[in-house]
């Protein structure tokens, strides 16, 4: 087994084939696909099917999501240490987390016979996964930094993957809520029926066609990509883990960058983790829901190369700003007007224009902090990792906090399982959860960027260090 002989090609010239690129983009699909699924579905999945106590299901949701911020660093920490392998130190932790991080899947939406324990059933398997799962997109996610050392070219494939990647969250969307969107089950079952079995059996069509997709995506990644061992660039000594963090959250720019986007994905998650159940009882749009939400992902996907052409033109600061802030009157339009299906259409197509912009830039920015720390440290070298798992570490915990938040919110509020409407308090809060709260995390998210100290300039400045560094070795 060897990867694409094709790529040695194009790495000489440090120039990627569209095809190569492709390949790349592909392996960032399954993140997408998988957190798409769970974060729009996985909520309401506990309440209705599952039908656990809002209490238990946000215990779940945020020990799951702690669990799985915790274990970024440390896998960050071991990736960093691997040993080069003849097909690299990244790919061989994808390969070999991809079988068991499809099962695991699978058995979250599952649900057991038994009743009493389904708690610890989902709260296992939620955590398995995430670690998983943790196993590939950590490694994925730093491969970025090994496929070129052209930072045009690192910045062209890190669009192909956001486009690829979004696309994923409407293959993730569509397959997961078309699929359950036609077994879609009375409000309240009717007495002597066998309660849910449709919709329990639906869920687990989407999970198996889902895990074939995230397999798949894995080979192509595998055997399209090669890693580019860079032996101009030697790695410093190891490090432990904890001069790992002391290392990474002591480079100012990097802080201030996982900050700001620590508020603007908390803000998204918030709004993602609570829409479906926004628009099924706040707007009544029970039956087009996942229509909904499958509109949002379209636009963020069609946009993602706009975003693109503008933040190479107006540079990545400039994109932050009006990327992001686009996204504010359409939150504040969606609690406002009375429910109406065309109208919130309309304003979904919108809002996924920032989405797009959000999923963008963050791992467009990432290179350029890395870059800006290796200018400033040229003597240690074999971080990347470290900064990236660092990076998915804050914007996990960030889910985690959203999701166990919002559901402990909803049940403080009286949230009624598979009830055809709730009280007017859980209406209230549903609108404060995907409208106010994200509105204000995006502000205070804003205010951290204004201080983010790698503007254009000097970007294009750690570009010629960087070169002239690799030039002098």
Known sequence: IRPNPTFNEYSSTRLLSVCNK????????????????????????????????????????????????????????????????????MLPWILFSTPLA????????????????????????????????????????????????DQKERDSATAYRMTVEVLGTVIGTAVQGQIVGMANAPCIPTPGAVPLLSQKTAYNIASGVICSIYVLCAVVLFFGVKEKKESSRPRSERMSFWQGIRLVMGHGPYVKLVMGFLFTSLAFMLLEGNFALFCCYTLGLRNDFQNILLVIMLAATLTIPFWQWFLTKFGKKTAVYIG????????????????????????????????????????????????????????????????????????????????????????????????????????????VLVSAAPIGLLLIGLVIFRSYPIDEERRQGNRKLLQEQRETL
Request: charged residues 10%; glycine residues 6%; hydrophobic residues 50%.
């Open 102 to 149: 499809v099962v695991s899947y699978f058995l979250i939406w599952y649900v057991p016979v038994f009743e009493d324990g389904r708690v610890i059933w989902y709260l296992v398997f939620y955590c398995l996964f995430q670690t998983l799962q943790t196993c590939f997109h950590v490694p994925y996610s730093a491969l970025t930094m090994f496929i070129s050392e």
């Open 324 to 431: 992001i802030s686009s996204v504010i009157p359409f939150m504040i339009l969606v609690v406002c007007v009375k429910s109406n299906l065309i109208i919130t259409y309309l304003v979904s197509f919108a809002a996924g224009v920032g989405v797009a912009a959000a999923f963008l830039l963050p791992w467009s920015m990432l290179p350029d902090v890395v870059d800006d720390f290796q200018v400033q440290n040229p003597d240690s070298r074999g971080h990347e990792a470290i900064f990236y798992s660092f990076y998915v570490f804050f914007t996990k915990f960030a889910s985690g906090i959203s999701l166990g938040i919002s559901t402990l919110s909803l049940d403080f509020a009286g949230y009624m399982t598979r009830g055809c409407t709730q009280p007017e308090n859980v209406d209230i809060t549903l609108k």
């Open 22 to 89: 492709l390949c790349y983009a592909v392996g960032g699909a399954p993140y997408q696909i998988t957190g798409c699924a769970l974060g729009f579905f996985l909520q309401i999945y506990l309440l209705d099917v599952a039908q656990l106590d809002p209490f238990y299901a946000s215990i779940i949701l945020f020990v799951g999501r702690a669990w799985d911020a915790i274990t970024d660093p440390t896998i960050g920490f071991l990736v960093s240490r691997s040993p080069w392998t003849r097909f690299g130190r």
